[in-house]
């Protein structure tokens, strides 16, 4: 007797069959270099407000806005949109499929990492869609986006709870970011044997500084979201740009937003190195 196939089997063979496709690797290497281009405009405006009179602290979103205020700016940010697209679905990739793990019996790490992605995809793509409504004219606003969905949190049965939950999760993301920094163990991601000595050692140090940042900027973010949550205020959530800028109002503050801001830089090489070297597994 023939065991029956779920649906799931049956819709699992096409989409293997599409992220298999060798278009899908170019499209995620234009992904990394979106995602560098992006940080390396929110890292640079930072260093500014730290160093200088001018610059601000914004997130990837302002990042955006000031790709389109550019000479040319809705062709440049139309072909950062398709990168950034590229990258969410590399990322839906790696949900669905986890390729750098294929074959491996699945434990809790990897179903972490799996969530990881997944939040990362979604992220991504509401960034792209972001940069889409720019591209046509309906995406700029004072609205903050964090404060928009802690308020729709907050005000649900046990809202206080998720969202004082979502800050401790962002809270151990940035704590993991610093192990992952300590230990540089991103470097296995690497093709290691096309880079030459220099490119091995730029690479690690950019990372280990970049994620070091990003972590830092985690931190903030799931700090803030712990207080909105104990203090049921959602105003009080803050997103990349607002953990910026609560750097910058510390004592020493111009110097502690400039060593962040130059972190976000050394990340947005990274991600170009990423996007030169990575090791992009796709699904067999």
């Given at each position: 007797?023939s065991r029956?196939?779920s649906?799931?089997s049956?819709?699992?063979?096409?989409?293997?069959?599409?992220a298999?496709?060798?278009?899908?690797?170019?499209?995620?290497?234009?992904g990394?270099?979106?995602?560098?281009?992006?940080?390396?405009i929110?890292?640079?405006?930072a260093?500014?407000?730290a160093f200088?009179?001018?610059?601000?602290?914004?997130?990837?979103?302002?990042?955006l806005?000031?790709?389109?205020?550019?000479?040319?700016?809705?062709f440049?940010?139309a072909?950062?949109?398709?990168g950034?697209?590229?990258?969410a679905?590399?990322?839906v990739?790696?949900t669905v499929f986890?390729p750098?793990h294929a074959?491996e019996?699945?434990?809790?790490?990897?179903?972490?990492?799996?969530?990881?992605?997944?939040f990362s995809?979604?992220a991504?793509?509401?960034l792209a869609?972001?940069?889409?409504?720019l591209?046509?004219?309906?995406?700029?606003?004072n609205?903050n986006?964090?404060?928009?969905?802690?308020?729709r949190?907050?005000a649900?049965?046990?809202?206080?709870g998720?969202v004082?939950?979502a800050g401790l999760?962002v809270i151990?993301?940035?704590?993991?970011?610093?192990?992952?920094?300590?230990k540089a163990?991103?470097?296995?991601?690497?093709q290691?044997?096309q880079?030459s000595e220099?490119?091995?050692?730029?690479?690690?140090?950019l990372?280990?500084?970049?994620?070091a940042?990003r972590?830092?900027?985690?931190?903030i973010?799931?700090?803030?979201?712990v207080?909105?949550?104990?203090?049921d205020?959602?105003?009080?959530?803050i997103g990349?740009g607002g953990?910026?800028a609560?750097?910058?109002q510390?004592?020493y503050?111009?110097w502690?937003?400039?060593i962040?801001?130059?972190g976000?830089?050394a990340?947005?090489?990274?991600?170009?190195i990423?996007a030169?070297?990575?090791?992009i597994a796709?699904?067999?």
């Amino acid at each position: 007797m023939s065991r029956r196939k779920s649906p799931l089997s049956d819709l699992q063979q096409p989409a293997r069959q599409v992220a298999a496709q060798p278009w899908v690797e170019p499209l995620a290497r234009c992904g990394y270099a979106a995602k560098g281009i992006v940080y390396l405009i929110v890292g640079f405006l930072a260093a500014q407000a730290a160093f200088t009179t001018g610059g601000k602290t914004t997130d990837t979103s302002g990042a955006l806005e000031t790709i389109l205020d550019q000479p040319f700016g809705k062709f440049l940010l139309a072909l950062v949109a398709i990168g950034l697209i590229g990258y969410a679905l590399w990322r839906v990739v790696q949900t669905v499929f986890d390729p750098e793990h294929a074959g491996e019996p699945m434990k809790a790490k990897q179903l972490v990492q799996r969530l990881g992605y997944a939040f990362s995809a979604t992220a991504y793509i509401g960034l792209a869609l972001t940069a889409v409504k720019l591209i046509t004219g309906n995406g700029k606003g004072n609205s903050n986006a964090t404060q928009d969905w802690t308020a729709r949190l907050i005000a649900q049965p046990w809202g206080q709870g998720l969202v004082c939950l979502a800050g401790l999760v962002v809270i151990g993301v940035g704590l993991s970011y610093l192990y992952q920094a300590y230990k540089a163990d991103f470097q296995r991601h690497f093709q290691r044997h096309q880079m030459s000595e220099t490119e091995r050692k730029w690479a690690k140090w950019l990372g280990q500084f970049g994620i070091a940042a990003r972590g830092i900027v985690f931190g903030i973010i799931g700090s803030f979201l712990v207080l909105a949550a104990l203090h049921d205020d959602a105003t009080e959530a803050i997103g990349l740009g607002g953990a910026l800028a609560a750097l910058a109002q510390q004592p020493y503050g111009a110097w502690l937003l400039g060593i962040v801001a130059l972190g976000l830089i050394a990340y947005s090489f990274y991600s170009l190195i990423e996007a030169r070297y990575r090791r992009i597994a796709q699904p067999q």
